[in-house]
């Protein structure tokens, strides 16, 4: 019976390796016809959120945390745009020792007098990898991609850095993870708000760091 089992590794490992080449074939930002940068690398115009103690910028990376103190509480970077229909793209790495969470808010708004974002998140962590969740709003998650699935993806990471793909049309919205859809969902209510922020968050005790790079989008049809 060992054979099966053998086959089964060979074609996930194979499946990990064609996912790794599928990245490093995928064109730089800048031959990417249609979208727009949503970060310069250096400042951050645009973009609204505690600068003061949370938010900063390492070698045109957006940093937030700390390797020897967990961060306090959710804190979220935000987009002064709106966005409706779009692809938004962008890389994360995630080093933390313990709390390792975060995500990528999209189509949503600020919490009147708080430090909270309530709408989408494109997930991030242990358990949450590719995976859709409602922040402050249903407050739980929509759409969880199978552990296999997610195992898949994160091979394809490279020195630690994963690509995430975001594209929201109508009441459809998929996610990819490395070159590997993760999601594809379509919203049942309504009344969900099909326009918003978007929102890099740091979840409270993270102890270590966020990194996100390489962000750009690109307006989709009614959304442009």
């Not at 708080?114 to 922040?135: C, N, R, W």
């Not at 919205?173 to 070159?179: K, V």
């Amino acid at each position: 019976m060992a054979l099966p089992v053998f086959r089964s590794i060979e074609r996930t490992s194979l499946f990990g390796i064609l996912v790794a080449l599928a990245l490093l074939a995928s064109p730089s930002p800048a031959e990417e016809p249609g979208f727009e940068p949503l970060f310069d690398g250096k400042t951050f115009a645009g973009w609204g959120g505690d600068f003061d103690a949370t938010w900063r910028i390492e070698d045109g990376q957006i940093v937030a945390g700390a390797p020897d103190s967990p961060a306090p509480r959710n804190e979220f970077l935000a987009t002064a745009r709106e966005f409706a229909d779009f692809e938004l793209r962008l890389e994360y790495k995630l080093d933390a020792k313990e709390g390792a969470n975060a995500g990528v808010q999209f189509r949503s708004e600020r919490v009147p007098n708080h430090h909270e974002v309530s709408g989408y998140q494109a997930d991030i962590g242990p358990g949450y990898f590719g995976a859709l969740y409602d922040e402050s709003r249903r407050n739980k998650l929509l759409a969880v991609p199978a552990e296999r699935m997610v195992a898949a993806a994160l091979a394809g990471g490279i020195d630690g850095w994963h690509a995430y793909r975001i594209r929201a049309e109508g009441k459809r919205i998929r996610l990819e993870l490395n070159g590997v859809e993760t999601v594809d969902w379509i919203e049942p209510d309504d009344a969900i708000a099909r326009k918003g922020l978007i929102a890099l968050q740091i979840h409270g005790g993270l102890v270590g760091t966020i990194r996100y790079r390489n962000l750009r989008i690109r307006p989709l049809g009614a959304g442009k």
